[in-house]
């Protein structure tokens, strides 16, 4: 209890601290990727599924989208362009580690 509720302060306060210092566009986001990382990704998907690396790909797709938001303001073409590299490279990496670690 102590360590998710020490990581929801630490999380809104990024978020704050976000969107203060860069735009809201970007704190939304990083909210976003904060929730579906930590609520979505780690707490539900890996305890549940197999497929946890496939929808979790996304978690690690939001960091260069949220970067692109800090420096624009914006979510463009580009931002979804560099997400979508790397939610479909996700997986076949995982996958490939995984075959290499069994054998």
């Known amino acids: 209890d102590d360590a998710l509720g020490f990581s929801i302060f630490t999380s809104l306060l990024?978020?704050?601290?976000m969107g203060l210092a860069t735009n809201w566009?970007?704190?939304?986001?990083?909210?976003?990727?904060?929730f579906f990382y930590g609520g979505i990704y780690t707490m539900w998907l890996k305890r549940r599924t197999a497929?946890?690396?496939?929808?979790?790909?996304?978690?690690g797709a939001f960091p260069p989208m949220i970067g692109w938001a800090m420096v624009t303001g914006d979510i463009s073409i580009e931002s979804v362009l560099l997400f979508s590299i790397i939610f479909f490279w996700t997986p076949?990496?995982?996958?490939?580690?995984?075959?290499?670690?069994n054998s």
């Open 14 to 17: 990024a978020v704050m601290m």
């Open 25 to 34: 566009v970007a704190a939304g986001l990083l909210a976003f990727a904060s």
């Open 51 to 59: 497929q946890n690396i496939v929808i979790g790909g996304a978690a």
């Open 92 to 101: 076949p990496h995982f996958w490939a580690l995984a075959l290499f670690a």
